[in-house]
C-alpha cells in the first residue's frame, strides 16, 4: 500500500491565483481530513469528510474548499490564494468503524503564496 | 472547547538522557489521546496512543500513561538517541467524527 499520498510537493502561487491540492489514499479508509501546519504552531483542521459526498469545515475553512466523490480522493481547492495561505498542507486518512481513530498522514504539501 | 497544552521547546538533550514531554488537556468527554513525530521534512507518524484511563502507550522505547486524574498524557524515553530528534504532537481524539486536536509541538534535539 502506498497509503496517503499527496501532490504537489511543493508549490509557488501569486496572489489571486488558484490551484488544487491533491490527496489520495488507498487504505480503504472513509474518513479524511486536510490540515494546515504554520511555523511552531500545531496542526490546524481546515475540511473533513465522513465518506463520499459528505464533506464539513473545521477550524480554518476560510479561502478553501473541498469534495469527496470517491473513497479515495479528498482534493482541497484554493481560490484567490492569499500570502495568510503560506503553510505545509497535510492530508490524513483513518478508519473510524471500530472507533478507532488513528489518522494516516501524507507527506505534505509546501505552498507559498507571494 | 476541546484542547491540547504541550511544554514548550525546543528541548536540547544529549544522546542517552531522559527524556520527559508533559502534555495536557481539556475535554467535556473521554477522548483517546496520541503522540505523533515529525521528522524532518516529513508528515507526521503515530507514536503511541491510549484509549481510555490508566492505558499506557508504548512504542519504540517511548511510553505515555492516560492519567484522568490530572488530565496528562506525559510522554517519556529513558534513553534518547541522535535518531529521535523531531517534532513532537500531542493530540486528543473526541472519538466522535475522528477530528483530532493537536497540541503546538514540541521540538527535540539529541546530541552526539
Known amino acids: 500500500n502506498a497509503g496517503v499520498t499527496q501532490t504537489p510537493k511543493f508549490r509557488i502561487l501569486k496572489i489571486g491565483q488558484s490551484m488544487t491540492l491533491q490527496c489520495t489514499q488507498d487504505m480503504n479508509h472513509n474518513y479524511m481530513y486536510w490540515y494546515r501546519q504554520d511555523p511552531g504552531m500545531g496542526l490546524k483542521l481546515i475540511y473533513y469528510?465522513?465518506?463520499?459526498?459528505?464533506?464539513d469545515k473545521g477550524e480554518v475553512p476560510n479561502g478553501y474548499n473541498v469534495s469527496r466523490s470517491t473513497t479515495e480522493d479528498f482534493p482541497l481547492r484554493l481560490e484567490l490564494a492569499a500570502p495568510s495561505q503560506t503553510s505545509v498542507y497535510f492530508c490524513?486518512?483513518?478508519?473510524?468503524?471500530?472507533?478507532?481513530?488513528?489518522?494516516?498522514f501524507g507527506p505534505g504539501t509546501r505552498l507559498t503564496v507571494t | 472547547g476541546d484542547s491540547v497544552t504541550q511544554m514548550e521547546g525546543p528541548v536540547t538533550l544529549s544522546e542517552e538522557a531522559f527524556l520527559t514531554i508533559n502534555c495536557t488537556y481539556t475535554a467535556t468527554g473521554y477522548p483517546s489521546l496520541f503522540w505523533y513525530v515529525q521528522y524532518p521534512g516529513e508528515g507526521l507518524q503515530l507514536l503511541l496512543k491510549?484509549?481510555?484511563?490508566?492505558d499506557k502507550g508504548s512504542n519504540k522505547g517511548f511510553e505515555a500513561t492516560y492519567r484522568k486524574e490530572t488530565t496528562s498524557f506525559h510522554l517519556e524515553k529513558g534513553s534518547v538517541q541522535v535518531s529521535d530528534s523531531a517534532v513532537y504532537f500531542c493530540a486528543l481524539s473526541d472519538n466522535q467524527g475522528g477530528k483530532l486536536i493537536f497540541g503546538q509541538g514540541t521540538e527535540l534535539s539529541v546530541k552526539p
Open positions: 490524513a486518512s483513518s478508519y473510524a468503524g471500530t472507533g478507532n481513530y488513528e489518522q494516516y
Open positions: 491510549a484509549t481510555k484511563a490508566d
Open positions: 469528510s465522513v465518506g463520499a459526498g459528505i464533506t
